[in-house]
């Protein structure tokens, strides 16, 4: 069995401002780490993921998040925030290996202010 | 580019009707998924099907049933829609060996 804790529903900051968004996770087995984002009114989509190798995994709009698995965390993190980064971020993890089956944390809706 | 594509943007039902919500990709994936979403209590998974005509049920199957026929369509049934079932739907595929999920836009469904 596995669960997601974002320990955020929301997070609301300045644009500009760095930014950092909380997951952590439990499992009996090796995990694959997902983030995705839902802008309003869409379906979800991918930010990043970890698969293997490199714990620091970085996304093409500037947010990386970092694999801890002493910790068993995979927060996100932006150096500086846009507006347009306002939409709602969902951590989610599915095993490594056999199933396929992802769970998904509750959600942090991030509320970047002008 | 993976495209996941849903028959409704929003849908407005009455108690008690039959609800058809249609799931659609383009990539040949194998395993489709139904989410319902809510505020406060993120994504949980309805069913999910490994391969055509089979079906598995998620966490929150019970006033739902499902269909696949063919690889690339997972249809969402409500038999008889209830006010509780007022939400947004969710439809995604994946690979296997991924495990990234591709989303559908999304169902707004409100049940009157």
């Known amino acids: 069995a596995q669960s997601v804790t974002q320990l955020d529903s929301q997070v609301p900051v300045f644009e500009e401002a760095p930014v950092e968004l909380r997951c952590n996770y439990s499992s009996s087995v090796s995990v694959y780490l997902f983030w995705y984002v839902q802008y309003p009114n869409q379906g979800l989509q991918l930010l990043l993921k970890y698969l293997s190798g490199s714990t620091l995994v970085e996304s093409i709009n500037g947010f990386e998040a970092e694999f801890n698995k002493s910790q068993t965390s995979f927060h996100l993190r932006k150096p500086s925030v846009h507006i347009s980064d306002t939409a709602e971020y969902f951590c989610?993890?599915?095993?490594?290996?056999?199933?396929?089956?992802?769970?998904f944390g509750r959600g942090t809706s991030l509320i970047v202010h002008p | 580019d993976v495209k996941v594509t849903q028959s409704s943007r929003y849908l407005v039902k009455r108690t008690g009707e039959k609800v058809f919500l249609e799931c659609v990709q383009d990539m040949d994936h194998e395993n489709m998924f139904w989410y319902r979403q809510d505020p406060g209590l993120g994504l949980r998974l309805i069913y999910f099907?490994?391969?055509?005509?089979?079906?598995e049920k998620g966490d929150i199957p019970e006033g739902y049933s499902v269909s696949r026929e063919k690889k690339e369509r997972f249809s969402l049934i409500l038999e008889s829609a209830s006010t509780n079932q007022t939400s947004m739907y969710l439809c995604?595929?994946?690979?296997?060996?991924?495990?990234?999920?591709?989303f559908g836009p999304g169902t707004r469904l409100t049940v009157l």
């Open positions: 099907s490994y391969d055509v005509k089979m079906k």
């Open positions: 989610a993890v599915s095993p490594s290996g056999g199933s396929y089956i992802p769970t």
């Open positions: 995604a595929s994946t690979m296997s060996s991924t495990n990234t999920q591709y």
